[in-house]
């Protein structure tokens, strides 16, 4: 069975210093990744995919099918990052499986 | 483009009772998935539809039903509610057929409170 696992619920950092937030995936097939982040007030919307492999907002996120991981990264946190952001994961025709969630926090 | 609406935006019903919710996806999409949203269980696929035919289905019991017209726009449905029916339910659509590496397009969302 397909799982996604977000291991911090809750991640504070300063502007300035870089940020990385973990996911982790279980799936049989050949996974399609994705991070979704959804900001104060706002829809859920799509940051970026693994198949795009881009940079989107500063953020990247490299798949390493070795590790079984999808994690986040910025170098240099801005206040404007704080959300809430979800690892996703396709199980099927737009079916999203999503991890729990980590809300992201940038202190000024 | 309008992006994907749901209508209403708050429900509140007593438990036993019905429900209907709808979702106009963005237009030219065709698919469109629902999802439930919970403090407790996250974000949980209920049912995806493409051209009126249901192509995947969530883990949730048969009272939560969904269908799709021919101008693409969804209704779901939950019958005899119950207290843990309550949730933000979520409405995306998707403009590719094949539904692989696709973006979804989120609506707002429906907060569905069951007293």
């Known amino acids: 069975a397909q799982r996604v696992t977000q291991p911090e619920k809750l991640l504070s950092v300063f502007k300035g210093a870089p940020v990385e937030l973990k996911c982790n995936y279980s799936y049989s097939g050949s996974p399609e990744l994705f991070w979704y982040v959804q900001y104060s007030r706002q829809r859920l919307q799509l940051l970026l995919r693994h198949i795009s492999r881009e940079s989107i907002k500063g953020f990247t996120a490299d798949l390493n099918k070795g590790e079984t991981s999808f994690h986040l990264k910025k170098p240099f946190a801005q206040e404007e990052d704080s959300a809430m952001y979800y690892c996703a994961l396709n199980a099927g025709a737009n079916n999203l499986f999503f991890g729990t969630g980590t809300r992201l926090t940038v202190i000024p | 483009k309008a992006g994907v609406t749901q209508t209403p935006r708050y429900l509140i019903k007593t438990r036993g009772q019905q429900v209907t919710l709808s979702c106009s996806p963005i237009?030219?999409?065709?698919?469109v998935s629902w999802y439930q949203q919970t403090p407790g269980q996250g974000l949980q696929f209920l049912f995806e539809y493409f051209s009126e035919t249901q192509r995947n289905k969530g883990n949730f019991p048969g009272r939560f039903s969904g269908r799709q017209f021919s101008n693409s726009r969804s209704e779901m449905n939950v019958s005899t509610l119950e207290l843990g029916d309550s949730a933000l339910y979520l409405c995306?659509?998707?403009?590719?057929?094949?539904?692989?590496?696709?973006?979804?397009?989120f609506g707002p969302g429906t907060r569905l409170t069951v007293l």
């Open positions: 995306a659509s998707s403009g590719e057929p094949a539904g692989r590496n696709n973006e979804q397009f």
């Open positions: 237009s030219g999409h065709r698919s």
